[in-house]
């Protein structure tokens, strides 16, 4: 079998297609557009940088495992900074509160693909208000269901490549997925 190894288009057509939805994922996990925005640039250059000469068909996965370290990295520099500088932590949310709820993705259309919303208005409305949902919920999920969720049905990987990016059981990443689908459910078919 011949391993034929990712050129720098397919690298470069490889990034641009998963940019609006690991971003999308970070900002998930961080809360943070402009923080998210970084992490999101750091795991594209990490991948560039040291693994450009892998096979292509191990660039998704590889991709996805850097974008997850890069969140977890994230989150052990905030928290030594907490403790560092517990001033300025203070100031932290006020700080995202005078940016206001920015989000990119509201802002850059879907290529004209129609592939997320319709273009009738009623149902263009009726689909951002249930996204709009789901990613309230995504927000109040804790971090491994939000993860494997993420990985499983917006990254559309398997269960066993979730496992090695997230770096558990099989049976973690499903039990995961089944709590943040139950969550799913119930808020979504609770009445408003």
């Known amino acids: 079998m011949e391993v034929s190894l990712a050129s720098h288009q397919e690298l470069s057509e490889f990034l641009a297609s998963v940019e609006r939805r690991a971003f999308k994922h970070a900002v998930y996990a961080v809360q943070n557009d402009a923080a998210a925005l970084d992490i999101v640039q750091d795991a594209m250059l990490k991948l560039a940088e040291s693994y450009a000469s892998r096979p292509k068909e191990e660039i998704p996965p590889l991709f996805q495992r850097i974008l997850q370290n890069t969140i977890r990295d994230y989150f052990r520099r905030s928290k030594v900074r907490q403790e560092r500088t517990p ?67 917006w990254e559309e990987m398997d269960v066993a490549e979730t496992a090695g990016i997230m770096g558990c059981s099989e049976g973690s990443v499903k039990t995961h997925c089944s709590r943040a689908v139950h969550a799913l459910a119930k808020r979504l078919t609770r009445p408003e």
């Open 87 to 153: 001033v300025a932590s203070m100031f932290s949310g006020e700080a995202d509160n005078e940016e206001g709820e920015f989000d990119i993705l509201e802002h850059v259309e879907d290529a004209g693909d129609g592939r997320f919303f319709s273009h009738l208005p009623d149902l263009r409305l009726a689909q951002k208000q249930i996204l709009n949902q789901i990613e309230e919920v995504l927000r109040t999920l804790p971090a491994r269901q939000r993860e494997a969720f993420l990985l499983r049905y």
